[in-house]
């Protein structure tokens, strides 16, 4: 059964209002909530570790699959591993998230330890959100890990969003790319208050023809910090790009350190970053519409992490 | 009516530059519904004055009156809701927001037939154009057709364009004019455009010539061809892009 706190909280993650359809596994307080799986699509418990199996069956068109997590159990740190198999020439979305709510003192975490394997051909959209709630003061810790291998002419996108709410984060996101291979990746994160955000991403392109685009966006408000490393590393003659902008606000501070390492003379590896204040043209332009101030900055933050 | 009463505004002191006076007690009545062009000198107080009535600059004394309600104190917000648009020279570039966003906000309606509408009457016929970020991807053309289609979209009392032209080609501006004039006579907008252009200061009602910060000439543009022809001496040879007869009165 879920209660309004469950519910709210996979509202929040997954878009949900209440148990979906197609192929889901929701797990709450480290426990197994409900399960359901499709013809294409089966889940397991994963034969190694705490977490799942989900094979997508080759050829699967436009199925999907949720696999929220939702946290209120006060000092509970849970590690799952779960393991995603995209079947050749699949297409799927995965809906993932984890949702806290924390209602006393004591720190509350989870991490997700994500591995997918996309076969030839296949395509998945990957969308992960993090947010936390409650009135507790107890820290909420999320620690993101994403694995990616993408066989040749596999595609993936992967939406990874934390806006508010978490007070520690530490994210590693890791791609192999095989030839004719592309992922994007779009990395949101908006910390405030004394929250702080680590993402690493390590994109190794090794296929000839692959392509890889990182886009990350950040707010920062209060005396928050974030730091973002992303390293592209090209072994073959490839694509690959990055963009980081964040939003300073308050006293808040951040660190951005884009990388490009071409490993091969015929890649092609660009890079552009930004960090400041909100500019004031983007400021007096919505001014000059009619909007206030605080409704200006809201709606310049609203769309940059849109 | 906008009436400018006494104005004056001094630019402070900037990196051991002295403070100066750019706009002189300056006092006028721009009528409703007319037309104005007001040109002058580079570094006469042209956009200083557009800028002093937007409140994107605050009057150092004076007042600003709009239909009779003094607005001088009032914030940009405030003046935006009192009926005044205003097109920026070089528009705002930004991440994520599209020109969807920027018209609703203007319009004060997602409505998409609402702002299909709007978008018509700029010349805009695709409904793609909407969803185009508006971010430094855009050309010249396109970020000016979205700045045009935001203040129209106010239904403002008083219209002003900085520099409507800057950032395109010559091809476009008489119909960019066109478009000024037929929101002028539809709407009974007080459309005033700060430009060298002699497009611009051919179509307009009355001229309004800024050298040092005050108002030399006011009044139709033959007679203020002499005047004018002072400031022929062109700055830009540099970066023109070069035509023998740009029309231009700088």
Redesign the interface.
């Known amino acids: 059964m879920l209660d309004a706190i469950d519910k709210e909280l996979l509202r929040s993650v997954a878009d949900l209002e209440g148990i979906p359809k197609g192929a889901y596994n929701i797990r709450k307080n480290g426990k197994l909530l409900g399960r359901e799986v499709s013809a294409n699509i089966e889940i397991d418990a994963h034969p190694d570790q705490e977490g799942i199996m989900v094979r997508i069956a080759p050829g699967t068109i436009n199925e999907s699959v949720h696999i929220p997590v939702i946290l209120s159990q006060a000092g509970l740190h849970d590690v799952v591993y779960n393991t995603f198999i995209i079947g050749e020439g699949a297409d799927v979305t995965i809906v993932a998230g984890c949702g806290i709510h924390c209602g006393g003192s004591k720190s509350e975490g989870h991490e997700g330890i994500h591995e997918f394997r996309v076969e030839k051909n296949a395509r998945v959209r990957y969308v992960e959100k993090h947010v936390a709630i409650g009135p507790g003061k107890g820290k909420r810790i999320l620690n993101p890990t994403t694995r990616v291998f993408m066989a040749e002419n596999a595609w993936a996108e992967m939406e990874l969003t934390q806006l508010g709410g978490v007070d520690e984060a530490f994210r590693v996101n890791e791609a192999t790319l095989s030839a004719g291979s592309s992922l994007m990746i779009s990395e949101r994160v908006m910390t405030e208050g004394d929250q702080t955000a680590s993402s690493e991403n390590r994109l190794f392109l090794e296929g000839d023809g692959s392509r890889a685009n990182m886009v990350s966006?950040s707010v920062l408000k209060g005396t928050s910090r974030q730091d973002l490393k992303v390293n592209l590393v090209a072994k073959a003659r490839c694509f690959g790009h990055i963009e980081c902008?964040a939003i300073l606000m308050d006293r808040a501070i951040n660190k951005t350190m884009p990388a490009l390492e071409a490993l091969h003379s015929d890649a092609e590896l660009t890079h552009e970053a930004s960090i400041g204040k909100i500019?004031d043209?983007?400021l007096?332009?919505?001014?000059?519409?009619?909007?206030?101030?605080d409704d200006?900055v809201n709606?310049?933050i609203q769309?940059?992490?849109? | 009516m906008l009436e400018l009463k006494d104005l004056t505004f001094t630019a402070p002191e900037d990196d051991g530059a002295p403070a100066r006076t750019i706009i002189d007690h300056v006092s006028y009545t721009f009528e409703k519904g007319l037309f104005y062009a007001v040109t002058g000198p580079n570094g006469s107080g042209k956009t200083t004055l557009a800028k002093l009535v937007m409140g994107i600059l605050p009057a150092e004394s004076g007042k600003i009156l709009l239909d009779g309600t003094d607005i001088t104190e009032f914030s940009i917000s405030e003046r935006s809701r009192a009926g005044i648009a205003y097109g920026f020279q070089n528009s705002a570039r930004f991440k994520g927001t599209t020109f969807r966003d920027l018209l609703s906000i203007a319009a004060g309606t997602d409505d998409e037939e609402e702002l299909v509408r709007i978008i018509a009457r700029v010349g805009i016929c695709s409904l793609d154009f909407l969803d185009k970020p508006v971010d430094a991807k855009l050309s010249g053309g396109e970020i000016k057709k979205i700045e045009l289609a935001t203040v129209i979209a106010r239904n403002p009392r008083v219209a002003i364009y900085d520099e409507p032209d800057t950032g395109i080609d010559l091809w476009t501006i008489e119909p960019m004019v066109d478009l000024l004039k037929r929101e002028q006579e539809s709407f009974g907008t007080t459309t005033i455009v700060v430009s060298h252009n002699k497009t611009f200061l051919e179509a307009a009602d009355r001229l309004l010539l800024i050298k040092g910060g005050k108002i030399a000439y006011e009044g139709k543009l033959p007679e203020a061809d002499s005047l004018l022809a002072d400031l022929s001496a062109c700055n830009y040879t540099t970066i023109c892009e070069g035509e023998d007869n740009a029309g231009c009165y700088r």
């Open positions: 966006r902008d500019a043209d983007q007096m332009k919505l001014m000059s519409l009619g909007l206030d101030y200006a709606r310049i769309a940059f992490l849109k």
